[in-house]
């Protein structure tokens, strides 16, 4: 199963979606949120590998600004053996904008031989920006194979530079990381049906940073 979630509203939409999955023996699901625009945009995954081999990956885009609060909370359980989970968050934070992201993944003692990952990453375009991260891993068994983190920070200085130092302008540089940075998330949407809007919109968005 393949599932994309955008968030797309007006300046005063206030929303809240909550995802509930339980997963069988074998079964694939991936799932792509994506909070482009809204007052405020929460969403809630809650996701059960209760099946042996299950496999799961979440990738989650926010970027808010004016004023809009954007808030990701991911719960992921291993209740069976060799499952897994890779879970990718990214969040860019314009003007007066806030990000939020809690990721909590728990491995059973009866989950053997699972794996597990989830990373979070974010930058701040502006000083009156904001983002709050939490990744948090639960462990009750010892044959698993699992990693957590999480970035905080603006664009690299040292990177503009030395794309200026090849006779690209400023914008033209924090363009390119922008989207080398949303890129992994984005490709992830090719072969869906809104994956043409979410990268005209972010384009767009790109270009109006600069």
Not at 3 to 24: E, M, R, S
Not at 62 to 69: G, K, L, S
Not at 131 to 153: A, M, Y
Request: hydrophobic letters at 30%; aromatic letters at 6%.
């Amino acid at each position: 199963c393949k599932h994309t979630l955008l968030h797309y509203h007006n300046n005063n939409t206030v929303q809240f979606a909550d995802i509930n999955v339980q997963q069988a023996s074998g079964s694939e699901y991936s799932c792509n949120i994506i909070t482009a625009k809204g007052r405020i945009n929460r969403t809630g995954i809650n996701i059960q590998l209760a099946g042996e081999r299950a496999t799961c990956n979440v990738n989650s885009l926010q970027w808010p600004e004016n004023n809009e609060n954007h808030d990701v909370y991911l719960n992921i359980d291993h209740l069976c053996p060799d499952t897994s989970c890779d879970c990718q968050s990214k969040a860019i934070a314009g003007e007066h904008g806030c990000a939020s992201f809690t990721g909590n993944i728990t491995v059973t003692s009866a989950a053997h031989f699972s794996e597990a990952a989830l990373t979070n990453n974010n930058v701040l375009l502006s000083d009156t920006g904001k983002i709050f991260s939490r990744p948090e891993l639960e462990i009750d068994n010892d044959e698993v194979k699992c990693s957590h983190g999480t970035t905080i920070g603006k664009l690299d200085s040292e990177m503009i530079f030395y794309l200026q130092s090849r006779g690209i302008s400023l914008d033209e540089a924090r363009g390119i990381l922008l989207d080398s940075f949303i890129s992994p998330v984005i490709n992830n949407l090719d072969g869906s049906g809104i994956s043409h809007f979410v990268k005209t919109f972010l384009k767009d968005k790109i270009s109006n940073d600069k």
